[in-house]
C-alpha cells in the first residue's frame, strides 16, 4: 500500500527549512527538523529522531546547501533514506496562482510555471522553487508533488474570490483572492466534523492562528469564504502583517511619508501586526505583559479580537448560520485567554466555552463549548505536514 510507505514533506522559506519523514497512513513521525537562518549569521539546526533532538550550528548560504545539511543529518543520525522505500517528497508550496487548484506532480514544465508565479508571491515562492529544485537533484528518482496553500480555495465562490477592481486589469493580471493556509484549514476542518457528526451540511468557521492568521467560512467541506486575499496579507491581524486596512493607505504613506512600495510592503508585511503594536511578535509575550497590565499589549489583544469578532459575524451571516468554529495554529490551540475573548463577545450568538475545558491541557481535536450549546466550539491541532504526506501518497501512487 502506497499510503504506508514513508513521505518525506519539505516546507522551504525564504530563510528556513523545515522538513518531515513520517507514514502517511499511520501519521507516524519517523523525523522532523528544521535548518535556520539559512544565509545568516548563527544559523541553527535540529533533527529529532526516535525521541531525541541533535542541534547544532550551521554556515548553509542557500536552500541548496540547507539540502545537503538535510541529506547529511538522515545519514549522521537516521533513519537511512536510502534504505527506507521512501515514496515520494511533497513540498509545500504557498501559492498556486490561478494554474494550480489540485496537488501536482512536480516536471519542468511545473516548475517553470511555479516560476512565473513568483510575482504573486516574491516572499515565498522562490524558496519553495529553490527548495523544489535542489531535492529533485537529490531524490531523483522519486515522484516529487507540490501541495499549495491556495489549492483549497480555488474554486472560491466568484462573489468571494472577486475584487471591485476593472475586469480586464485584474484578470491581465491575475488578480482575485486567493486565500491560503487552505491545507490547514481544509484538516481541521474534516477532522471537527469526524469528531461531531451531524446530518446535512455542515457550517463551519475555521481560525487559523500562528504567526500568519486567517479565517475561512466552510460549508459542507467547500470554502465560502476567507480572509486572505491576493497575497497573505489580507484580514486578521497576525505577528509581523497588518491584516486589513484602507487600500487609501498605501498612497497616504506614499505622500505623507515618503514610503515606496518596497519599504510599504515591508512595513505592512514585518512591521506592523502585534509587532507594530506592542513591540513584539509572539503572542505569549503579548499576553505576558497584557497581564502586568501593559497598555499596548492590551490593546493588541483587544485589537485581535475585535477582529477576530467581525470576521465571525460576517461569515455567520454568510453561511447563514452556524454549527462548528474551529481554533488551530500556536495561538488558537494553546491560548484559552484568546478563545475566550472571542467567545465572550459572541454570547449573543450563542457561541459560549466552558471554561474548565477550555482551560484544560490537551493536544488532541476538542470540544470546549457546553454539551448544550448550539455552536460547537473546537480546539482542533493543525497538521500540514501529514496532510501534505497524505495528499503527495495518494497522486504519487495514481
Ligand atoms: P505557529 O505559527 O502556528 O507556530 O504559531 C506561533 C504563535 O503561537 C506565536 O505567536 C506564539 O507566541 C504562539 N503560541 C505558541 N504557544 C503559545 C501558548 N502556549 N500560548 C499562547 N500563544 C502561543
Not at 501593559?294 to 467581525?310: E, G, I, M, N, Q
Amino acid at each position: 500500500m502506497s499510503g504506508e510507505r514513508p513521505v518525506l514533506v519539505i516546507n522551504a522559506g525564504s530563510s528556513s527549512v523545515k522538513y518531515r519523514l513520517l507514514v502517511p497512513d499511520s501519521g507516524e513521525v519517523l523525523a522532523d527538523g528544521t535548518i535556520e537562518r539559512i544565509g545568516e549569521h548563527g544559523g541553527e539546526l535540529s533533527h529529532e529522531v526516535g525521541g531525541e533532538t541533535h542541534a547544532g550550528d550551521h554556515g548553509a548560504e542557500d536552500i541548496g546547501a540547507a539540502l545537503e545539511l538535510i541529506t547529511e543529518q538522515f545519514a549522521t543520525y537516521g533513519p537511512d533514506l536510502d534504505h527506507l522505500d521512501l515514496l515520494a517528497v511533497g513540498h509545500r508550496v504557498v501559492h498556486g496562482g490561478p494554474d494550480f487548484a489540485q496537488p501536482t506532480k512536480i516536471t519542468d514544465e511545473v516548475l517553470a510555471t511555479l516560476r512565473d508565479l513568483s510575482g504573486l508571491a516574491p516572499l515565498h515562492n522562490p524558496a519553495a522553487v529553490a527548495g523544489i529544485e535542489a531535492a529533485r537533484q537529490r531524490f531523483a528518482d522519486l515522484p516529487h508533488v507540490a501541495v499549495f496553500d491556495t489549492a483549497f480555495f480555488a474554486d472560491l465562490p466568484e462573489v468571494a474570490r472577486t475584487y471591485a477592481i476593472p475586469r480586464e486589469l485584474a484578470e491581465r493580471h491575475r488578480i482575485r483572492r486567493y486565500g491560503f493556509h487552505g491545507t490547514s484549514h481544509d484538516y481541521v476542518a474534516g477532522v471537527a466534523r469526524a469528531l461531531i457528526k451531524t446530518d446535512g451540511p455542515v457550517r463551519q468557521i475555521t481560525f487559523h492562528l500562528g504567526n500568519g492568521c486567517s479565517a475561512a467560512a466552510i460549508l459542507d467541506g467547500r470554502p465560502v469564504e476567507t480572509s486572505m486575499g491576493l497575497t497573505p496579507l489580507q484580514g486578521l491581524v497576525m505577528g509581523t502583517r497588518s491584516g486589513d486596512v484602507d487600500p487609501g493607505l498605501h498612497s497616504y504613506l506614499y505622500r505623507e511619508a515618503g514610503l515606496g512600495p518596497d519599504e510599504v510592503d515591508t512595513l505592512l508585511n514585518k512591521e506592523s501586526g502585534l509587532k507594530g503594536l506592542a513591540g513584539v511578535n509572539d503572542f505569549r509575550e503579548v499576553l505576558q505583559r497584557r497581564a502586568e497590565d501593559d497598555h499596548d499589549a492590551t490593546l493588541a489583544f483587544d485589537v485581535v479580537v475585535h477582529r477576530l469578532t467581525h470576521y465571525l459575524g460576517a461569515y455567520w451571516a454568510i453561511l447563514g448560520g452556524l454549527d462548528q468554529v474551529i481554533f488551530t495554529g500556536g495561538i488558537g490551540e494553546n491560548s484559552p485567554d484568546l478563545r475566550a475573548a472571542v467567545a465572550a463577545g459572541l454570547a449573543g450568538l450563542g457561541i459560549h466555552v466552558n471554561p474548565e475545558r477550555n482551560t484544560a491541557a490537551a493536544d488532541r481535536p476538542r470540544v470546549i463549548s457546553p454539551d448544550d450549546s448550539g455552536v460547537a466550539v473546537l480546539v482542533v491541532p493543525t497538521d500540514e505536514e501529514l496532510a501534505i504526506a497524505r495528499q503527495t501518497a495518494a497522486l504519487a501512487a495514481s
